[in-house]
């Protein structure tokens, strides 16, 4: 959480990262009392919550600009420098994609500063949807937007728990990145896709 305590220090934050990390993750795993839902619209109160819990300062100047840091591409990473090239792949193979997030509604600009909002046909986040993951409600909303049966679509996530069980517990398909594939590419190869890269397209 280097950005959490780089900011923070202005602000009077003194724990170390290490520190503030084992304090958010406490935290982000602790029921959310006041909603059944932690993304309701912006998020902001939840994240007011996890970011005062895990800095010790409920200074509303650093929430802020923390919170705002994270509506931008700096903030933010692709994990695999090749999806590009394999979004563009699926698309022109016919294969519809969406985007199935436990966020707040900050996700869809943000998928815009990154350049990557015009890979999906879809977007299915948390705050929109009133449901989150591993609830198979969204994942079902994202077949919806797809036009999709459950049985049609394979979802590919992080965590075996929102991604994988909520995923199969909807009717669909689900694959743990890091396990079961480990890039979009075996991804595209897997569902018969063939990917060219860079100028060879």
Request: proline share 7%; glycine share 2%; charged share 35%.
């Given at each position: 959480?280097?950005?959490?305590?780089?900011?923070?220090?202005?602000y009077g934050v003194k724990?170390?990262?290490d520190e503030?990390?084992?304090?958010y993750r406490q935290a982000y795993a602790q029921p959310w009392g006041r909603s059944r839902l932690r993304y309701v619209d912006d998020g902001r109160p939840f994240w007011q919550h996890?970011?005062?819990s895990s800095t010790g300062c409920s200074n509303l100047e650093y929430f802020?600009?923390?919170y705002h840091y994270y509506t931008t591409e700096k903030a933010w990473?692709?994990?695999?420098?090749?999806?590009k090239y394999v979004f563009e792949a699926l698309r022109r193979a016919g294969v519809r994609t969406a985007v199935v997030s436990n966020f707040d509604t900050r996700l869809r600009p943000l998928l815009q500063a990154l350049n990557c909002d015009h890979w999906f046909d879809a977007v299915a986040v948390s705050a929109e949807v009133a449901a989150?993951?591993?609830?198979?409600?969204?994942?079902?909303?994202?077949?919806?937007?797809?036009?999709?049966?459950?049985?049609?679509?394979?979802?590919?996530?992080?965590?075996?728990?929102?991604?994988?069980?909520g995923a199969r517990d909807a009717g669909c398909d689900a694959w743990l990145w890091g396990s079961?594939?480990?890039?979009?590419?075996?991804?595209?190869?897997r569902i018969g896709v063939s990917v060219g890269m860079g100028n060879s397209m």
């Open positions: 959480m280097p950005v959490y305590r780089t900011l923070g220090e202005k724990y170390s990262e503030i990390l084992m304090r996890i970011v005062s802020e600009e923390l990473q692709l994990i695999d420098p090749d999806a989150e993951k591993p609830n198979p409600t969204i994942f079902l909303k994202a077949c919806e937007l797809l036009d999709v049966k459950p049985e049609e679509a394979v979802h590919i996530g992080d965590d075996r728990r929102n991604d994988l069980w079961d594939v480990h890039s979009f590419k075996e991804v595209a190869e």
